[in-house]
């Protein structure tokens, strides 16, 4: 009766295969039959299933107690696969603990991709650890590791990962190759990307674009753009398609503005049908250099009908783009089209890059009005936006601005950083008060903010314009003294000082220290310490230095050889002086009325009258314009050689060109004309020179300055003093 019962009872759940397996382990039970390991496995899998993982784990826990039957190596994997199926990893954990040794590798493999399901990326390369310790992994043990290395960021781990499994002679799968190259893409490991790469063919995985990008991606972030574009070849000769993440990343590897490259590669995707999006749009932009400022237009442009959306990040890159390209005038565009036409909320960047793009062309009075803008669009302005403004009224030469903007930034609680500081030095260099800034530098030592190169070499620049040019000096040897590596832009700032003062023996020393300290004197340098010489009247040294620098195959250009010509003029060398004026000729270099003047100025000291008027006649077949400083000169030697009618000439020379006659000049022809007994001569010319006074009398008077350039300069005494106090 009993036993008919029960096979009813199977009859009706003939359908349902995992209670008809329960049924089965209940009926040996029943029985008093001893089940055996293959019905429990085959319930267990049936189950699984189902879905009742609930029914596994208990029949998994009475196997031995109420069914006698133990439990194999099958039984619980079939139980961490059920668990895994429900994303139970805490459970997973405990079975495979309590298997202890008896685990195998579809043990571990069954864990690991209930881990890697449930992102327990850290679980699953602590668990791989285990298996190497027990020399066990396939294919699947590290295809999961090594996606949880990726998960991870951990590339140097994931490398490790690879190199084991080509020690173990394990061929990974395509998913395990584009976990390593993600996992190298992380770490910008480009290297290791290209060498993955480069295997390829020695196996029988064949590369999809997914690698490829990994890989480009990862070559893009440190700019290798010739390993990106091969790669890109090797990518058309396998047939795979390029999509929008392999142009963004081949743009991205051309960092350095390289501009061919960039358009000719969007060029190539609009011909492969890839579809640009805002992110190629951004990334060719931040690429832009000042040479391709049109070509940047017309990508913008395209950005604008096509279906790419330009968002912040395009204006700002736009406008920062045009600012390297000069262009302020279509910043300042930009700034408008970008809240009214692509109605986007005001942004602070964006305001920034233009007031930028204004600072680098001096247009002051556009970044002010940008300032301006920006606070009435409700935007709190930021150390940038400051430092931006500041530089542009410097660079306009507008330093009562720039110190009203400190004002405004102490009022409006904004630090000012280093940036501030060398713009707002290098301003008051301009106004020459070197009070202020000294001021300014006490304020920086206040605030503990140690001086970089910049502010630094803006300090010497502007004690140097000042006349504080010990301070100057003062300030290098402490520079030389400390941490900070200089350039030539600082000691060109003193050595500036030491030629307008004639320090030549000074000047000298610095070049040698420069050269002493790895550094290259360049053309400011040279010419410098040849104007120190030229003070000093010391034309040996000058000739010496100068022809060292010749002798380095440095561009000697115009403004060295004036240097040394006029060097060689306070030493009557007029000789020598020739000699390089014939040599700058030679280089295919014109000389200057600067050139001109000098060696006529050796001629006078030396005496060489008919040259000196050979050379002012010169000027009547060159293009150079009558100068008259040179003519002074020719006049000087003229007289002192009892030239007179010459000496008549070239005062009628520079009466017709309109020119002042310098009042020494005008003497010596004079006297000439009293020494040569040309009396009626000298006659005309004290009258002329009467005329001439009285002249200059009623021109000075008529333009006589008011009470408005009094008000200005009150405007900046003001300025001055509120910056004082606020540094106070």
Same mark, same amino acid.
């Given at each position: 009766?009993?036993?008919?019962?029960?096979?009813?009872?199977?009859?009706?759940?003939?359908?349902?295969?995992?209670?008809?397996?329960?049924?089965?382990?209940?009926?040996?039970?029943?029985?008093?039959?001893?089940?055996?390991?293959?019905?429990?496995?085959?319930?267990?899998?049936?189950?699984?299933?189902?879905?009742?993982?609930?029914?596994?784990?208990?029949?998994?826990?009475?196997?031995?107690?109420?069914?006698?039957?133990?439990?194999?190596?099958?039984?619980?994997?079939?139980?961490?696969?059920?668990?895994?199926?429900?994303?139970?990893?805490?459970?997973?954990?405990?079975?495979?603990?309590?298997?202890?040794?008896?685990?195998?590798?579809?043990?571990?493999?069954?864990?690991?991709?209930?881990?890697?399901?449930?992102?327990?990326?850290?679980?699953?390369?602590?668990?791989?650890?285990?298996?190497?310790?027990?020399?066990?992994?396939?294919?699947?043990?590290?295809?999961?590791?090594?996606?949880?290395?990726?998960?991870?960021?951990?590339?140097?781990?994931?490398?490790?990962?690879?190199?084991?499994?080509?020690?173990?002679?394990?061929?990974?799968?395509?998913?395990?190759?584009?976990?390593?190259?993600?996992?190298?893409?992380?770490?910008?490991?480009?290297?290791?990307?290209?060498?993955?790469?480069?295997?390829?063919?020695?196996?029988?995985?064949? $590369?999809?674009? $997914?690698?490829?990008?990994?890989?480009?991606?990862?070559?893009?972030?440190?700019?290798?753009?010739?390993?990106?574009?091969?790669?890109?070849?090797?990518?058309?000769?396998?047939?795979?398609?390029?999509?929008?993440?392999?142009?963004?990343?081949?743009?991205?590897?051309?960092?350095?503005?390289?501009?061919?490259?960039?358009?000719?590669?969007?060029?190539?995707?609009?011909?492969?049908?890839?579809?640009?999006?805002?992110?190629?749009?951004?990334?060719?932009?931040?690429?832009?250099?000042?040479?391709?400022?049109?070509?940047?237009?017309?990508?913008?442009?395209?950005?604008?009908?096509?279906?790419?959306?330009?968002?912040?990040?395009?204006?700002?890159?736009?406008?920062?783009?045009?600012?390297?390209?000069?262009?302020?005038?279509?910043?300042?565009?930009?700034?408008?089209?970008?809240?009214?036409?692509?109605?986007?909320?005001?942004?602070?960047?964006?305001?920034?890059?233009?007031?930028?793009?204004?600072?680098?062309?001096?247009?002051?009075?556009?970044?002010?009005?940008?300032?301006?803008?920006?606070?009435?669009?409700?935007?709190?302005?930021?150390?940038?936006?400051?430092?931006?403004?500041?530089?542009?009224?410097?660079?306009?030469?507008?330093?009562?601005?720039?110190?009203?903007?400190?004002?405004?930034?102490?009022?409006?609680?904004?630090?000012?950083?280093?940036?501030?500081?060398?713009?707002?030095?290098?301003?008051?260099?301009?106004?020459?008060?070197?009070?202020?800034?000294?001021?300014?530098?006490?304020?920086?030592?206040?605030?503990?903010?140690? $001086?970089?190169?910049?502010?630094?070499?803006?300090?010497?620049?502007?004690?140097?314009?000042?006349?504080?040019?010990?301070?100057?000096?003062?300030?290098?040897?402490?520079?030389?003294?400390?941490?900070?590596?200089?350039?030539?832009?600082?000691?060109?700032?003193?050595?500036?000082?030491?030629?307008?003062?004639?320090?030549?023996?000074?000047?000298?020393?610095?070049?040698?220290?420069?050269?002493?300290?790895?550094?290259? $004197?360049?053309?400011?340098?040279?010419?410098?310490?040849?104007?120190?010489?030229?003070?000093?009247?010391?034309?040996?040294?000058?000739?010496?230095?100068?022809?060292?620098?010749?002798?380095?195959?440095?561009?000697?250009?115009?403004?060295?050889?004036?240097?040394?010509?006029?060097?060689?003029?306070?030493?009557?060398?007029?000789?020598?002086?020739?000699?390089?004026?014939?040599?700058?000729?030679?280089?295919?270099?014109?000389?200057?009325?600067?050139?001109?003047?000098?060696?006529?100025?050796?001629?006078?000291?030396?005496?060489?009258?008919?040259?000196?008027?050979?050379?002012?006649?010169?000027?009547?077949?060159?293009?150079?314009?009558?100068?008259?400083?040179?003519?002074?000169?020719?006049?000087?030697?003229?007289?002192?050689?009892?030239?007179?009618?010459?000496?008549?000439?070239?005062?009628?020379?520079?009466?017709?060109?309109?020119?002042?006659?310098?009042?020494?000049?005008?003497?010596?022809?004079?006297?000439?004309?009293?020494?040569?007994?040309?009396?009626?001569?000298?006659?005309?010319?004290?009258?002329?020179?009467?005329?001439?006074?009285?002249?200059?009398?009623?021109?000075?008077?008529?333009?006589?300055?008011?009470?408005?350039?009094?008000?200005?300069?009150?405007?900046?005494?003001?300025?001055?003093?509120?910056?004082?106090?606020?540094?106070?």
């Amino acid at each position: 009766m009993c036993k008919t019962q029960s096979t009813g009872s199977r009859a009706r759940v003939a359908n349902n295969g995992w209670l008809a397996a329960i049924f089965t382990l209940l009926d040996s039970r029943r029985h008093a039959c001893q089940g055996d390991v293959v019905r429990l496995n085959t319930a267990l899998r049936d189950c699984r299933r189902a879905g009742r993982w609930q029914h596994v784990l208990t029949f998994l826990k009475s196997a031995t107690c109420s069914l006698g039957t133990e439990p194999d190596i099958v039984t619980h994997n079939t139980a961490l696969t059920s668990l895994g199926s429900r994303k139970l990893w805490q459970a997973s954990l405990a079975l495979l603990a309590a298997l202890g040794n008896g685990s195998d590798i579809f043990s571990f493999n069954s864990l690991l991709g209930t881990l890697d399901n449930v992102e327990q990326w850290c679980w699953v390369l602590q668990m791989f650890r285990d298996v190497r310790q027990r020399r066990m992994g396939d294919a699947v043990t590290y295809t999961s590791s090594l996606r949880a290395a990726s998960k991870r960021s951990r590339w140097a781990e994931g490398l490790d990962l690879l190199q084991d499994a080509q020690a173990a002679d394990i061929e990974l799968d395509l998913t395990a190759l584009n976990s390593v190259a993600n996992v190298f893409e992380q770490g910008s490991a480009w290297m290791q990307s290209s060498c993955l790469l480069a295997r390829l063919p020695l196996t029988t995985t064949r $590369p999809d674009d $997914p690698l490829y990008n990994s890989v480009l991606r990862a070559l893009g972030e440190c700019n290798r753009w010739r390993d990106a574009l091969s790669s890109r070849v090797t990518m058309d000769s396998q047939r795979i398609s390029p999509t929008t993440i392999t142009c963004n990343s081949i743009l991205r590897s051309c960092a350095d503005g390289k501009w061919p490259i960039i358009l000719v590669q969007l060029r190539s995707f609009r011909e492969a049908a890839v579809e640009a999006d805002t992110v190629t749009c951004n990334t060719a932009l931040s690429m832009g250099r000042y040479s391709a400022w049109a070509a940047m237009c017309e990508l913008l442009r395209g950005a604008r009908v096509a279906t790419v959306k330009a968002d912040t990040f395009t204006y700002g890159a736009a406008c920062r783009a045009f600012e390297n390209a000069g262009r302020w005038q279509s910043a300042l565009l930009l700034t408008q089209e970008f809240t009214v036409k692509a109605r986007l909320r005001a942004s602070l960047t964006v305001m920034n890059s233009a007031i930028s793009a204004c600072k680098a062309a001096a247009e002051w009075e556009q970044a002010l009005r940008l300032l301006s803008d920006l606070q009435a669009q409700q935007l709190l302005p930021d150390a940038v936006t400051y430092a931006s403004a500041i530089a542009a009224c410097e660079k306009g030469s507008r330093w009562v601005f720039a110190l009203l903007l400190y004002e405004d930034m102490a009022l409006g609680r904004v630090d000012p950083d280093l940036v501030v500081f060398g713009s707002l030095v290098s301003a008051c260099g301009q106004s020459r008060n070197g009070a202020m800034v000294k001021a300014f530098l006490e304020s920086l030592e206040r605030r503990s903010l140690e $001086p970089n190169l910049v502010v630094a070499n803006a300090a010497i620049t502007a004690l140097a314009r000042c006349g504080e040019w010990e301070e100057a000096s003062s300030m290098l040897a402490e520079l030389l003294h400390g941490s900070l590596r200089l350039d030539a832009i600082t000691y060109n700032a003193v050595l500036n000082g030491h030629a307008g003062r004639g320090k030549w023996s000074e000047a000298l020393g610095l070049l040698a220290e420069m050269c002493c300290r790895g550094l290259e $004197p360049d053309v400011v340098s040279h010419s410098s310490a040849l104007s120190a010489c030229e003070e000093g009247l010391r034309w040996t040294q000058a000739l010496t230095n100068f022809l060292h620098f010749r002798g380095r195959g440095l561009e000697c250009g115009i403004i060295p050889h004036n240097a040394a010509i006029a060097a060689l003029a306070s030493g009557a060398r007029w000789l020598q002086g020739m000699e390089a004026m014939a040599k700058l000729k030679q280089q295919g270099s014109s000389a200057t009325e600067v050139t001109l003047n000098s060696v006529v100025s050796a001629c006078q000291r030396g005496r060489q009258w008919q040259v000196a008027l050979l050379l002012c006649q010169g000027l009547h077949a060159s293009s150079l314009r009558l100068d008259p400083a040179t003519h002074n000169a020719a006049i000087l030697v003229c007289a002192a050689c009892g030239q007179w009618l010459s000496t008549i000439d070239l005062l009628q020379d520079l009466h017709s060109a309109r020119h002042a006659i310098d009042s020494v000049a005008h003497a010596a022809v004079i006297d000439a004309c009293e020494t040569n007994l040309q009396h009626k001569h000298a006659a005309m010319l004290l009258d002329a020179m009467a005329e001439a006074a009285v002249a200059e009398v009623s021109h000075t008077r008529a333009h006589r300055p008011g009470p408005i350039s009094g008000l200005r300069r009150s405007q900046g005494e003001k300025a001055r003093c509120r910056c004082k106090l606020r540094m106070d």
